[in-house]
């Protein structure tokens, strides 16, 4: 994987074609997109328009790519969403704090207690509440799990975009147990409002919950060691995956990359270690880095990550407080003005840097909401610019290695 061979391969598939030497130019990362557009005459027979997406099984959502073609070679690619629920952060300013939490689930469906949390710092910021420790470690566990569970059915994505159709179903499969977990702790399969102001809505169903847990680790331990065997070692996966979409690492700050697109190149950004917060600072796990910042390699890290998720969620079980309370004592929430003031908090999720920016009045309801999702600039940005010179057939590979929720561009 670090191999020589394969920097050769990155180098050959990211230069310019020599049949259409105008299509890919090198990319300035400072400039707008839209100072590099260029009018393509369809009326010529020479380019066709084809469209990928909302419905196809390589698109990582209800969104859709409109691509330009000259024979099977993308020559333009623009990102089109709005075809899911949107406009969250316009819903929050007209409803009561307490009223947001159903809302903001729907920012990321695979990852909805992500959101939960950066919304309930932020009142809790604002407001001056401090939470308990063993609420603290349950969010934290529950945070950790639902990396798992997105992280797993993204494998499972990115393998089906390849023709590797039975590990998708192992990982909706696996996603299910943690479902299940998720059910018994919350109510809710999908949706939890679980984390609210304050801590979590309440404790373990029973003492059994995590020995639950840990049967259910050991499962997606041996799945992701089969999927290891099944897809990163398939000669076709291979072929296909490397040296496919490479991101150079001096794009990661003018793009605002997070995540593991951005670890895949080398860049050592987690919000866990970079900016500590719930107990992860007293937790003891490594910064996953690779270097050949193509889809390979950021499947790989995303593989490796479950694994890291799996061995926290391990050493939450084990050192958390065995009792004690999970919430703090609110105000009637119904009724409750936050101070005034602002904030920003930051989370990292399965697909890089979430943040809420959440500016109080002092009334009932937030004055703004401002949510910084990584999809935004993975989805719009990043991949319209990896897209061009690509084939049409390398699309539905390439789009899922930048993990994106739509709902989170459209919000």
């Known amino acids: 994987m670090r191999s020589k061979e394969l920097s050769e391969t990155i180098a050959i598939k990211n230069e310019a074609p020599k049949e259409w030497p105008s299509i890919r130019t ?26 990928h997406g909302p419905q196809h099984p390589g698109v990582t959502g209800n969104m859709a790519v409109e691509l330009t073609l000259e024979g099977d070679v993308i020559v333009e690619a623009k990102t089109h969403v709005g075809y ?39 009142v809790e910021e604002l ?40 590990i998708g179903q192992w990982g909706v499969a696996h996603r299910d147990y ?52 099944v897809m990163f070692n398939n000669a076709v996966f291979k072929a296909r995956a490397k040296g496919l979409g490479y991101i150079p690492p001096e794009w990661i700050e003018p793009y605002g990359i997070t ?48 694994l890291n998720s799996i061995r926290l969620i391990r050493q939450i079980l084990k050192r958390m407080p065995k009792e004690g309370p999970v919430r703090a004592k609110l105000p009637n929430v119904l009724h409750w003005k936050i101070p005034a003031g602002e904030t920003y908090v930051r989370a990292e999720s399965g697909r890089g840097e979430m943040g809420y920016y959440i500016v109080s009045d002092g009334s009932e309801y937030p004055r703004r909401v401002h949510v910084r999702g990584s999809s935004y600039t993975h989805a719009m940005s990043v991949l319209e610019r990896l897209a061009v010179g690509n084939s049409i057939a390398d699309m539905a590979g390439l789009m899922p290695s930048l993990q994106t929720c739509p709902p989170e561009i459209e919000r």
């Open 178 to 229: 943690i479902l299940d977990l998720f059910e018994e702790l919350t109510g809710g399969r999908v949706y939890h409002m679980y984390i609210i102001p304050g801590g979590v809505r309440q404790d373990f169903p029973d003492a059994e919950f995590p020995q639950r847990v840990e049967a259910v680790m050991n499962k997606l331990e041996k799945l992701i060691h089969d999927i290891e065997k």
């Open 84 to 122: 899911l629920h949107r406009g969250f952060e316009k819903l929050m300013e007209r409803r009561k704090y307490i009223q947001c939490f159903p809302i903001v689930c729907r920012i990321c469906v695979p990852e909805p207690d992500v959101n939960e949390y950066l919304l309930a710092a932020g």
């Open 259 to 306: 995540g593991t697109t951005a670890r895949a190149a080398g860049v050592p950004i987690d919000v866990r270690k970079n900016n500590p917060y719930l107990v992860y600072d007293q937790l003891d796990f490594e910064m996953i880095l690779g270097s050949a910042s193509d889809v390979y390699e950021r499947t790989l890290l995303r593989k490796e990550e479950v």
């Open 127 to 166: 407001a001056g509440i401090e939470i308990p420790e063993r609420g603290a470690w349950i969010r934290t566990l529950v945070l950790e799990m639902i990396r798992a569970a997105s992280l797993t059915m993204g494998l499972g994505g990115q393998a089906g975009a390849f023709g590797l159709v039975p």
């Open 26 to 51: 090198e990319l300035d990362p400072w400039q707008p997109v839209w100072a590099e557009q260029k009018e393509f005459d369809l009326a010529s027979g020479k380019y066709v328009k084809v469209w």
